[in-house]
């Protein structure tokens, strides 16, 4: 309906409006009314056609809208469509139209009516919006969010990639918080080198991120793209210290990730991947031990502070007597469901989750509690050797813990021995090497644990004040086989009675090694052989120490 046909007042009207009218009669003849609102955009006011239009309208919107408006035109009168789309205006940008048409009479044929609407502001807003929920500020990478949403459309075959910026927080301590962005942009660009495929990478939390892929992939390939990864990753950044991260890396198959809480599982991935130092596929045997290790991490805690590892104790005996000089105390561990969990699997996770002095503690006070019992029942009076974690000595608290508990229980310190493993910490850090120095001062013993494990810094025999180095295992069953090794180990003796230090052979599980051991001079043994690690109340009724 062209403008002559409208009432002046009416065009008045539309020209104060904000909003655009418009009428397109089905021969796509379009008239736009008022000049307020489309002399924004670059198209005559009189005779302009659908085509007109179409022209301004963003190319990958045209498409979409011509297919409405010939829906609109199949439908019935006073049909109401809205619909958003981006026209060119004057200045070449795009602006966000929302159109919405009815379908009226006219000239007993059919047109539509409608007003044109400036969206722009809003719909940017909303782009904004959607934007900063599914993206990380920091990387401008996707999301968890973004990830979640992804999640259901992931096919099955696929694999995941899990990559945990092992020490991000120690290097943002150090350098601030630029090293997110440094190492986020290491790592797209090892991802670009290695994976040769489409690939989607999501940030899930500070340090971990997820690599989704199209293409399917078997267990095998993914652990090789995993090493790939790593090696690319640590080239990428040999140059800059920042850079030579270490990166934790682990592969989990779609299928095995939990339908309903997929991250769960990437976190417990990560976890583990950043705390042993290879990558690791989520699958088989390696599926089953993540799984534990996590059933262990999080009942730890709560067994530690409900008393629900106790001790064993395993004699040292001398040679020469088969007199019990001492007991080892080793921490025990029955889980309801789980049965019995060695020191060997929960010791590492205490220390990782900063458990281990309330354990050691526990340990400490029940293996001080045993020498009170015993003392009450036999005339012997044995020592007790307790195992000590580098982590502890390095608490500042700890030299006044352990002078309470003896004090508290009554017993000579010089009745307790501290086995500390030896490690790069005891040779390297001072911290350590003071603590054990006033241990020493308060009359604890010290003793050197797993000697010749395969770390072993003979320099500590010198720098600490030992009172007993313990020979591993290892090392007795590799003089069982090689004579050079005994030879070792016969000199290490000679050595320990110069320095006044005892040598004690760990592992000691037949006569003959008993015998070849005590031919070369060591007089104290631990074993199978002699005696297997037993309950305190199991060594309390026995009657071996009169
Ligand atoms: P470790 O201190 O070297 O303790 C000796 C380990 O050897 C014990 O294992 C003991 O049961 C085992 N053993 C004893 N005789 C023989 C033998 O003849 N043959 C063999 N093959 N093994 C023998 P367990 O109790 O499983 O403890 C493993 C490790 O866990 C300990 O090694 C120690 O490093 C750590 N650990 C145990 N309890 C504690 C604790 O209270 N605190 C800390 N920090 N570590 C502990
Ligand atoms: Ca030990
Ligand atoms: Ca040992």
């Not at 919107?61 to 619909?83: I, P």
């Not at 997929?262 to 991947?273: A, T, V």
């Not at 805690?301 to 040679?319: D, F």
């Not at 490690?423 to 050197?448: C, M, Q, R, W």
Request: negative net charge; glycine residues 4%; contains cysteine.
């Amino acid at each position: 309906m062209n403008k002559q046909a409208l009432p002046k007042v009416l065009l008045s009207l539309f020209d104060t409006a904000g909003e655009g009218f418009w009428f397109m009669s089905d021969d796509n003849v379009v008239q736009f009314y008022n000049h307020s609102f489309y002399q924004q955009f670059p198209l005559s006011m009189e005779d302009s056609t659908l085509d007109d239009w179409l022209r301004l309208v963003h190319p990958e919107d045209r498409e979409k809208l011509l297919q409405e408006v010939d829906c609109h035109r199949q439908a019935l009168l006073l049909a109401r469509v809205t619909t958003r789309y981006r026209v060119k205006n004057v200045s070449g940008r795009y602006l966000w139209i929302e159109a919405t048409g009815v379908r009226v009479e006219y000239q007993s044929g059919l047109a539509i009516v409608g007003v044109h609407k400036n969206v722009s502001e809003e719909v940017l807003l909303n782009q904004y919006l959607t934007h900063m929920a599914t993206h990380d500020s920091e990387t401008g990478l996707f999301n968890r969010h973004k990830f979640l949403e992804k999640f259901p459309s992931l096919s099955e075959k696929t694999w995941i990639l899990v990559c945990c910026l092992a020490q991000l927080q120690q290097l943002q301590r150090q350098v601030g918080y630029e090293a997110i962005g440094y190492l986020s942009s290491a790592l797209v660009s090892t991802l670009d080198d290695v994976l040769q495929m489409k690939y989607g990478l999501y940030r899930i939390s500070a340090d971990v991120f997820v690599v989704t892929m199209e293409q399917a992939i078997n267990s095998e390939e993914s652990l090789s793209l995993l090493y790939k990864i790593e090696s690319v990753f640590h080239q990428v950044g040999e140059n800059d210290s920042i850079l030579s991260s270490r990166l934790g890396l682990g592969a989990i198959p779609v299928c095995a990730l939990s339908v309903t809480a997929p991250l769960q599982q990437i976190f417990d991935l990560s976890e583990y991947s950043r705390a042993i130092s290879s990558p690791i596929t989520y699958m088989g045997e390696s599926q089953r031990s993540i799984d534990r290790y996590f059933v262990i991490h999080d009942a730890l805690e709560s067994a530690v502070n409900k008393h629900q590892i106790t001790i064993a104790l395993q004699p040292i005996v001398e040679a020469a007597t088969g007199k019990l000089i001492s007991f080892e105390a080793l921490a025990r561990w029955e889980h309801p469901e789980l049965g019995s969990i060695p020191p060997s699997e929960f010791i590492p996770i205490a220390e990782r989750l900063g458990h281990i002095h309330a354990l050691g503690m526990l340990i400490f006070e029940q293996a001080c509690q045993y020498l009170v019992m015993f003392d009450a029942k036999h005339h012997a009076r044995p020592l007790v050797n307790v195992n000590v974690s580098a982590h502890q000595l390095l608490r500042a608290s700890f030299v006044d813990d352990v002078c309470k508990v003896v004090a508290h229980f009554g017993i000579d310190s010089t009745r307790i021995v501290l086995e500390v493993t030896e490690s790069y910490l005891l040779d390297e850090n001072p911290t350590i090497t003071k603590a054990l120095d006033v241990l020493h001062t308060h009359g604890f013993k010290l003793s050197l644990d797993d000697f010749g494990s395969g770390m072993s810094a003979i320099t500590s025999l010198f720098r600490l004040p030992l009172y007993q180095v313990k020979l591993d295992k290892v090392l007795i069953n590799e003089a069982m086989r090689r004579e050079a090794c005994l030879k070792l180990i016969a000199h290490l003796y000679e050595f320990g009675n110069t320095y006044n230090i005892t040598l004690v052979a760990e592992g000691v599980e037949t006569s003959e090694m008993f015998k070849r051991l005590t031919e070369v001079g060591i007089s104290y043994l631990q074993g199978y052989y002699l005696y297997r690690p037993c309950s305190p109340q199991v060594w309390l009724e026995k009657s071996v120490f009169e």
